[in-house]
Structure formats: structure tokens, C-alpha cells
């Protein structure tokens, strides 16, 4: 026969009571849903509990209502696509809609990024814009690069005035940045870099190298040329570095396109066949080419026929590191004060050469 409860037990069982979720109000829905455990072939909506219910702290507890959608933080405020928070301007929403259904259409494979992901890939740009004096005064795309050897993603986001808060991601997808490790492959610089009219793009000729590959993808790919950049030497473990001409394109679509996803390029951004043409005939970063072009017939001449630019084109591109303190100094920053900088090309379309590691400007190239 049980012993009756003593009073300590009693006192024990009632503070359990308390601690526990009160379903006493029907708690609000989330909108989005979760997959029960296996073998559970419904699915039902996660719930939160009325503001003020105190949350169990027992390990197994815990999880347990972490699965059902109790005690989860909130999330970070960067939106995926229509699911932002802040409404958009009507003829901003229009023209995000419009390039987002050509991204899902134009690029297999675009990824749908974690929202804490985006979060922190934004407020890492916003924090570099800030340092390079650089502001966001309208709506427009930037693209923003994690060089984190464990991500190696490309972000296409909507930035907007007012804080990373109400930046939106559009999409992302897998590139390739500079490899450690080898002689001559540089790491690909954190910082702002700006594409302006000042440095002419060129377009790949598809010629093939001496080991048979098309270093910056098949013909008329094209490249986009952010100009002599610092960059560590990824074969130096003591902070060496020197200039690179950091270039964003293509790669060879047979050999190399399968390795986007980790390092493996000599300091430039590597990205797919179908993402260059997708910001190519976007003019994603053409805001500035967009404008030159209407009276220099070599800019013209350099957008292609179907170019059919985005009213939310932009000029920036912005590699982070999320495997760095949101601090860290942007990698212009460790460049020598004696350090003698390169004059670049005025045209850079004079430089068709595109075998790897090669550049008829002089000196480094990352490819």
C-alpha cells in the first residue's frame, strides 16, 4: 500500500505544477510547422505558449518543448522573400517579386538560407559598410560572400536603409574563395569593394589553359573586376600578403563547378554557370554600367542583348568570415602604410587572357 505524500512532496509536486506550461488558453500558432517524430504521419502547427509561461529547465524538458516549438528564441529579424516583417514600398515589392521568380527559375539549386545565417551575414556587411564609410540611401541588391571555409555561400540580398534588420535575402548559393594551403592561391579579402564604372568588366574568351581548363568558365561568361586588392598569401602562416586583381566569375563548368562549396580558387569569388548569367543579365551590380552605358559605346557593347536590368541593381560587393569575431578589422586594414599600390588597368577589357593565376596587367591574379 503507497505511503501518503508528506509534506516536503507535496511542496516538491506544486512547484512542478507551476513551473509547467499552463494549456489552460489555448496557445497562439506559429505560422510555420514543424515535422513531428517519425512514424507520426500528421502534421500539426507549432505552438508557443501565452507570453509569461515559465519554461521547464530540465534537460529533457527542454528538448522536448524545443520540438514543439516552446522556449525557442526568436528569431533574428533578416526575412527570406515574402516572409519579411517590414513591409517593402509597393514598386520595391514588385521588383524584388519579379527578380526573386527569375532567380528560382534561372539557377538550379538556390538555397533557402537559415535565417539566423542571413542574419549574421548581414549585420557583418552593415558592420563592414559602416567601417568603409559606405551607406545604403535606397533599396538595392548586394551581394555578400562568406568566405568561411565551412559555408562558402553566396547571398544575394536586398539592402535597405536603416540597419540589417530590414536587409532581405533572396536567395543563396555555393561559390568557391581562396584556398590556404597552396603556392601562390590567395585567401579572398573580407571588406566592401565597390563595382564602378571606373574598372571596364570583361567576358571569357572559353579558351582552355595548359591542364585543360576553362579558368573562368566557357565563352562569354562574364567578369566582373573589382580591381588591385590586398589579400593574404594563403601559403604564409604569418599574415604575408600582397595585390591581387579580385575578380568575381565563372568556372570551368565540367571540372571545377563541382567543387563550389569549398575553397578552392586563387583569391577571386567562383560562382556557377547559371548564377553568372542570372546577375549578368540582372545587371545586379550594374547600377553604375547601367548609367555609363547610355554614352560610352564600350560599356554597351559589354552588356549583353538580353540585359535586362533589375530597378534594384547595386554596385557592392561584401565578403565576411563567420568563422571570425563580427569585429574583426577588414583585411585592407592589415595592409603595410608602405606598401606601393598597383595602378590598375584603365581598361580592363584589354586583358582577355583568362588562364589561371595569369593577368597581362602584372602581378597577382586570383582566379
Known sequence: MPRPPTPARLLTALALLAATPC???PPAVDQTTSELSQGQPAR???????????VASHPQTVSLLVRNGYGVPPPRPVASGAAAADPLAPDVAAAFASLHSALLRDVPGIQTPARHAAADAAERAVALLHTANQTVATPQMVVVVDRNPAVERLYLMLAQPGGAERWRVMGASHVSTGQAGRVDYYITPVGVFLHSDAILDFRALGTF????IRGIGIAGMRVWDFGWQWAKKGWHTDGEGGDIRLQMHATDPKYLEGRLGRPASEGCVRVSTALNRFMDHNGVLDADYERVAETDPRYKALLTGAHTPTPLAGRLLVVVDSSLPQD????????????????AASVAAAVPDDAPGVDATAGAAGK
Open 23 to 25: 494549456l489552460a488558453t
Open 44 to 54: 500539426l502547427p507549432r505552438l508557443r505558449p501565452p507570453v509569461g509561461t515559465a
Open 209 to 212: 589553359n595548359e591542364h585543360h
Open 328 to 343: 574583426t578589422p577588414p583585411t585592407q586594414a592589415s595592409r603595410p602604410a608602405d606598401w606601393p599600390s598597383p595602378q
